[in-house]
């Protein structure tokens, strides 16, 4: 046990004293130090000045939606369906089918919480105004596509109320003519099953909710590349680190000589 002891209090006071000689070697070289953490913190200041400025935009837009009839009067609610595959959706702003492509010196990002039906869009552009404007384009041309959907989905509906109508106004004035009582019931129950489809088709009618923009495009008011303040500390950080390497560098090789 004392031996054990004795053993680690050699360790010890090794540790310590390599510990000195490492410190003792930083503060002799401390010039190397100094002068590598400046040139991090010149690449850092030449970095910010000639990297080009970014702005930001973001843009939230809502994809629009439809109810399939219930089928029944009773089901005040059918199936809901979107004019648009959210994750669909986002693939087709990055990779430009609505605005900009890969020529052009703007980046695209879409993002959308899980289940919802809102989808934020990103620009980056070198000029604020060329990222506001990209965002309204898309907008314009996403909310241009679903209107057409929703067009033809709603004169369907109307088609279909139309010929519901036609066929329960036909019944009624048969029942003038009908002297026969169970044909009469027979169709007392078509127009009421063509009543209630209409009801159940104008509500469908009611529901068709189109795209539409919930957050106009906004603009950051300053660049958000580059970061002058990460920079500038990566830049320090990264010089610190490289000057103590290079002073324990230099001390080795010179003890190595020597």
Known sequence: MEKENQYSESVSEYEEVDLRDVFNVLIRKKKIIVFCAAAGLAAALVANAVLPRVYRAQIKIEAGSFEEPAG????????????????QLKDKIE???????????????????????????????????????????????????????????RQTIEDQVKNYQANAEEIKNSFQYSADRSCSTERYLAASTLKNRIIELEFALSRLDGTAVVLAPTVSETPV?????????????????????????????SNAKN
Do not use: M
Request: overall charge neutral.
């Open 225 to 253: 590349k580059p970061n002058p303040g990460l920079n500038v500390s990566l830049g320090l950080v990264l010089g610190f680190f490289a000057g103590i390497f290079a002073a324990l560098a230099k001390n080795w090789w």
């Open 95 to 153: 990779q430009g089918a609505y605005g900009a492509n890969d020529k052009s010196s703007c980046t695209l990002k879409a993002a959308a919480a899980s289940g919802s039906n809102v989808i934020a869009v990103t620009a980056e552009c070198a000029d604020p105004s060329a990222a506001k404007n990209l965002l309204s384009q898309v907008a314009q041309n996403i909310i241009a596509e679903h209107d057409k959907t929703i067009a033809a989905r």
């Open 72 to 87: 029944k009067v009773e089901e005040s609610v059918g199936k809901t369906i979107l004019l648009a595959d959210i994750a």
